[in-house]
C-alpha cells in the first residue's frame, strides 16, 4: 500500500511539443473528474501545453473505446488516454463493462499509429476508487499522464 504516482521525474521526456487527447467518462464524476485533473497537471508539469490538450467526455466507461478511437483518426495527437471507473455492483454488469473497455483498447493499440493509454480503475467500492484518483495510493491520471509522454516518445 504506497503512492502508485511517485515516480522519478527526470526519466519523464519534455511534452512541449507534444499534443495530446483524454477521453474521460462523465460516469463516476467525483472519480474521473479527479483523475483528469490529474492527468492535466502532470502532462502541463511536463511542458504539455494547454492548447495542445484536448478534453472530450463520454457517457460512460464503455463509451471510451469509441471516443478513443475517432481521437486516433486524427494525425495530430501524440497519445491517447482513456479515464473512467467502474465500481462493482450487485450484477455481472461490472464483469461485461471492464472486460469490453479492456479488450476494446487493446484492439485500438494493436491498430492505431498513436498509443492508448489505458485509465480505467475498476473497483469493488467508491473508497478503493478514491484512493486511486488522489488518495492515499495516487491518482492513475498522473500515471497515465506520465505513459503518455513516455509512449508518445517511444
Known amino acids: ?3 502508485l504516482s511517485d515516480y522519478d521525474f527526470k526519466s519523464v521526456p519534455d511534452a ?3 499534443n495530446f487527447a ?19 497537471t ?5 511542458g504539455a501545453l494547454p492548447e495542445n490538450i484536448r478534453v472530450k467526455t463520454v457517457p460512460g466507461s464503455f463509451e471510451l473505446i469509441y ?14 488516454i482513456v479515464l473512467g471507473c467502474v465500481i462493482r455492483g450487485d450484477t455481472p454488469h461490472f464483469d461485461y463493462i471492464c472486460q469490453g473497455v479492456t ?9 492505431s499509429n498513436i498509443p ?18 488522489g488518495g492515499k495510493l495516487g491518482n ?6 506520465i505513459d503518455a509522454i513516455k509512449m508518445a516518445k517511444f
Open 1 to 3: 500500500m504506497h503512492n
Open 16 to 18: 512541449s511539443n507534444m
Open 22 to 40: 483524454i477521453v474521460v467518462a462523465e460516469w463516476n464524476q467525483e472519480v474521473t473528474g479527479a483523475l483528469l485533473n490529474g492527468a492535466l
Open 42 to 46: 502532470t502532462l502541463e508539469k511536463h
Open 67 to 80: 471516443g478513443a478511437h475517432q481521437m486516433t483518426l486524427n494525425d495530430i495527437y501524440d497519445a491517447v
Open 103 to 111: 479488450q476494446g483498447i487493446a484492439q485500438l493499440n494493436l491498430t
Open 116 to 133: 492508448v493509454i489505458y485509465g480505467l480503475l475498476t473497483c469493488e467500492n467508491l473508497q478503493q476508487a478514491l484512493d486511486r484518483c
Open 140 to 145: 492513475k491520471g498522473d500515471e497515465c499522464a
